[in-house]
């Protein structure tokens, strides 16, 4: 990406400068940060945390028949204890689901249905999303930044990877940095200085129809949390039901009342 830079001051259609107009050594410009380096600066100081917490805002796209794109958004809390143990509450306009894995054991509960189910696991958190995700088949939102291979995961398929800049997100210095695969974009805003978490994630399906995108806003990080052994315990709640575990359906299409106007999504 070029920039063209113009010094001076224009003042009805005259540029102004300081001194004789003279033909300047253009200076080198320096190399820009290698967002690879900057991306494992990330992976490598979440992974040295024993525990950490976090919240996020998160907004999710949705495609249906048509090519009508739809926005919902879900808000989670993360906690998160090594070597064996995380919890993340996810709640929003399509969700509602809590997450515990402990130990070897991990549930699923559904406070609105008031169903969970529970499973073995192996006993650490890289071997448990894994397991979750190839066995059990759904993903847990944000979870992956507790693995301690978490740049691995993000360097999987990468074909390409820009610096594009360091601006702000919500008041918080931070690096933009955009990774291309085949299937997805992803881009991560990661916070400068000494604790460099993510302050934002954006994911672009590009080859999908209509390029849906999912969006995280995260913040409220603590790197030393009193996480008590409750947190990650689950106990079901006066009239929940136990079910098992089964593959998750293809979500409807939400029901849209047309507005007065007669206009449609």
Same mark, same amino acid.
């Given at each position: 990406?070029?920039?063209?830079?113009?010094?001076?001051? =224009?003042?009805?259609?005259?540029?102004?400068?300081?001194?004789?107009? #003279?033909?300047?050594?253009?200076?080198?410009?320096?190399?820009?940060?290698?967002?690879?380096?900057?991306?494992?600066?990330?992976?490598?100081?979440?992974?040295?945390?024993?525990?950490?917490?976090?919240?996020?805002?998160?907004?999710?796209?949705?495609?249906?028949?048509?090519?009508?794109?739809?926005?919902?958004?879900?808000?989670?809390?993360?906690?998160?204890?090594?070597?064996?143990? %995380?919890?993340?509450? =996810?709640?929003?306009?399509?969700?509602?689901?809590?997450?515990?894995?402990?130990?070897? #054991?991990?549930?699923?509960?559904?406070?609105?249905?008031?169903?969970?189910?529970?499973?073995?696991?192996?006993?650490?958190?890289?071997?448990?999303?894994?397991?979750?995700?190839?066995? %059990?088949?759904?993903?847990?939102?944000?979870?992956? %930044?507790?693995?301690?291979?978490?740049?691995?995961?993000?360097?999987?398929?990468?074909?390409?990877?820009?610096?594009?800049?360091?601006?702000?997100?919500?008041?918080?210095?931070?690096?933009?940095?955009?990774?291309?695969?085949?299937?997805?974009?992803?881009?991560?805003?990661?916070?400068?200085?000494?604790?460099?978490?993510?302050?934002?994630?954006?994911?672009?399906?590009?080859?999908?129809? =209509?390029?849906?995108?999912?969006?995280?806003?995260?913040?409220?990080?603590? #790197?030393?949390?009193?996480?008590?052994?409750? #947190?990650?315990?689950?106990?079901?709640?006066?009239?929940?039901?136990?079910?098992?575990? =089964?593959?998750?359906?293809?979500?409807?299409?939400?029901?849209?009342?047309?507005?007065?106007?007669?206009?449609?999504?």
């Amino acid at each position: 990406m070029n920039l063209k830079r113009i010094s001076g001051l =224009a003042v009805g259609g005259l540029l102004l400068l300081s001194g004789p107009v #003279t033909a300047a050594e253009p200076s080198p410009q320096a190399a820009p940060p290698d967002p690879n380096r900057i991306i494992a600066r990330m992976c490598d100081y979440l992974k040295s945390l024993d525990r950490f917490s976090f919240s996020a805002e998160v907004t999710d796209d949705r495609v249906y028949a048509g090519g009508k794109k739809l926005q919902f958004s879900f808000a989670t809390e993360t906690f998160v204890q090594r070597p064996d143990k %995380l919890r993340v509450n =996810a709640a929003g306009d399509l969700i509602d689901k809590q997450f515990f894995l402990n130990g070897k #054991t991990m549930t699923l509960f559904d406070p609105s249905a008031k169903v969970y189910a529970t499973a073995e696991v192996p006993a650490d958190i890289e071997g448990a999303l894994a397991h979750v995700d190839q066995n %059990l088949h759904f993903r847990v939102a944000l979870a992956d %930044l507790a693995s301690p291979k978490l740049c691995e995961h993000l360097g999987k398929g990468q074909r390409h990877a820009l610096f594009v800049g360091t601006g702000k997100v919500r008041g918080v210095a931070a690096d933009h940095l955009a990774f291309d695969r085949d299937d997805v974009q992803v881009q991560v805003w990661v916070a400068t200085g000494a604790k460099p978490v993510p302050v934002k994630i954006l994911i672009n399906q590009k080859n999908l129809p =209509a390029s849906p995108q999912w969006t995280a806003y995260l913040q409220d990080w603590k #790197t030393a949390p009193p996480l008590k052994a409750s #947190t990650f315990t689950f106990k079901a709640p006066a009239g929940a039901q136990q079910i098992k575990f =089964a593959p998750p359906a293809t979500p409807a299409a939400p029901v849209v009342q047309p507005a007065q106007t007669g206009a449609q999504p």
